[in-house]
């Protein structure tokens, strides 16, 4: 699952910033990786965090070691575990967050059920990180007309 969207392109070259895609996969594997940490990675380890599948078990238990090994090596701390959520939000295509309703609400969208179960699981995710209310949500607006949302 190599994909980047088009609201990434100012950092993808560089991978500067961490992609929706590795996020998805951190989600995914149960771990926390701090944008300090990334800054520590080559551009191989990068990439390869990028590149790699992290959809079956087996996959994701590579990943998993495979990324814990790098945050080791590159910073000299342990990586931090997550739980990881057995029926994530972006896999539930039938309702809509609630606080990904009401983002989109105060830029006058209205996201329709239909809408959203057309959506792949990583557009939703992206979404939902996209409208939380921790995050600066600059790409926010710029993802709703990525997935033609507006």
């Not at 940490?37 to 790699?52: C, D, I, K, P, S």
């Not at 992290?54 to 090994?69: G, H, K, P, W």
């Not at 309702?95 to 309703?101: A, D, E, G």
Request: some cysteine; proline content about 5%.
């Amino acid at each position: 699952m190599t994909q980047f969207f088009k609201f990434e392109a100012d950092f993808v070259e560089s991978l500067r910033c961490v992609p929706m895609q590795v996020r998805f996969k951190l989600d995914t594997c149960g771990i926390k990786l701090k944008l300090t940490q990334w800054h520590r990675f080559n551009q191989g380890g990068r990439t390869a965090l990028v590149e790699m599948p992290c959809q079956t078990e087996s996959e994701i238990q590579a990943y998993r070691e495979f990324l814990c090994c790098l945050v080791r090596e590159r910073t000299g701390v342990e990586a931090k575990e997550l739980d990881v959520d057995t029926r994530p939000l972006w896999n539930i295509s039938d309702r809509l967050p609630t606080h990904l309703q009401e983002k989109a609400q105060t830029m006058g969208v209205t996201i329709a059920i239909n809408q959203w179960a057309a959506l792949t699981p990583l557009q939703r995710f992206a979404l939902i990180k996209l409208s939380r209310p921790s995050h600066e949500n600059n790409n926010f607006l710029p993802a709703l007309q990525e997935f033609a949302l507006v």
